[in-house]
C-alpha cells in the first residue's frame, strides 16, 4: 500500500517564526489533506489540495503531484499554531492513509 | 450549523463490557468512517460505511462492531472482544469516495 512520511517529527518555534512542513508519499493520489489536532484532539481541516498552491491566511500548502511531495508552510507562527499536523491521501475506494504527524510547539 | 457530533466525549469502561459510541452528521454526507488513535501515533481506520445499510472493515476491525441504519448515524460498538480498547476513537463523514473528510471532535474511552 500507500507510505506517507511526514517530516520533521517534532518542532519547536519562537512566536513570529516561519516552518515547512513536509508530506512525502510513494505513489501517485488525486487528493490530498492537510489537518491540525488542536491540544483537546480535535481534528480541523486545512487544506484539500490535490495539486498547486492554495492559501488561507497565515498558511498556505503547495502540492506537487508528478513529484509525490506536499508542503505546509506556516507564516508568523502563534501558540494557537501548536498540536500536530497530519496530512492524509487516498489508497483505493474509501481507504485513508494519514501520516505519523509532524508535533509543533510554538513558545511565547 | 452543519457538522459531526459524538458522545460522549469521555467514556470509562470496566473490562468485559461492551459500550456503544455515538456518532452524527448532518452534512448530509454518505460516506461516514470510524478511526482509532493511539497516544503520539497516527490514525487507522476500523470501518467505513458508503451508504445506508452498508459498511466494511478497516485495518483494525476486530472486537469492533458498527451499524449504519440512517444515514445520519453510524454507532461504533466496542466489545469485550477488543484486547486494547483505550484510546482516542474519531468519527468522519465526506460526501463520495476521495472527497474531503470531516472529523467529528471525538471520544476518549477509558478502560479500567
Known amino acids: 500500500g500507500i507510505q506517507v512520511e511526514q517530516s520533521p517529527p517534532d518542532l519547536i518555534l519562537q512566536e513570529g517564526a516561519n516552518s515547512t512542513l513536509r508530506c512525502n508519499f510513494s505513489?501517485?493520489?488525486?487528493?490530498l489533506q492537510w489537518f491540525h489536532q488542536n491540544p483537546w484532539g480535535q481534528l480541523i481541516n486545512l487544506f484539500y489540495?490535490?495539486?498547486g498552491t492554495k492559501q488561507n491566511g497565515r498558511l498556505s500548502a503547495t502540492t506537487v503531484a508528478t513529484e509525490r511531495y506536499s508542503l505546509l508552510y506556516i507564516s508568523s507562527s502563534q501558540t494557537t499554531d501548536s498540536g500536530v499536523y497530519f496530512c492524509a491521501v487516498p489508497q483505493g475506494g474509501f481507504k485513508t492513509i494519514f501520516g505519523a504527524g509532524t508535533r509543533l510547539f510554538v513558545k511565547a | 450549523d452543519g457538522g459531526i457530533t459524538q458522545s460522549p466525549k469521555y467514556l470509562f469502561r470496566k473490562e468485559g463490557q461492551n459500550v456503544t459510541l455515538s456518532c452524527e452528521q448532518n452534512l448530509n454526507h454518505d460516506a461516514m468512517y470510524w478511526y482509532r488513535q493511539d497516544p503520539g501515533q497516527g490514525l487507522r481506520l476500523i470501518y467505513y460505511s458508503q451508504i445506508v445499510n452498508d459498511f466494511q472493515k478497516g485495518d483494525i476491525a476486530e472486537g469492533y462492531s458498527v451499524s449504519r441504519e440512517k444515514k445520519e448515524s453510524f454507532p461504533l460498538t466496542v466489545t469485550s472482544a477488543q484486547k486494547n480498547p483505550t484510546a482516542f476513537y474519531l468519527c468522519a463523514s465526506s460526501q463520495g469516495v476521495g472527497n474531503e473528510q470531516f472529523f467529528g471532535p471525538g471520544t476518549r474511552l477509558t478502560v479500567l
Open positions: 505513489d501517485s493520489v488525486n487528493n
Open positions: 489540495i490535490p495539486s
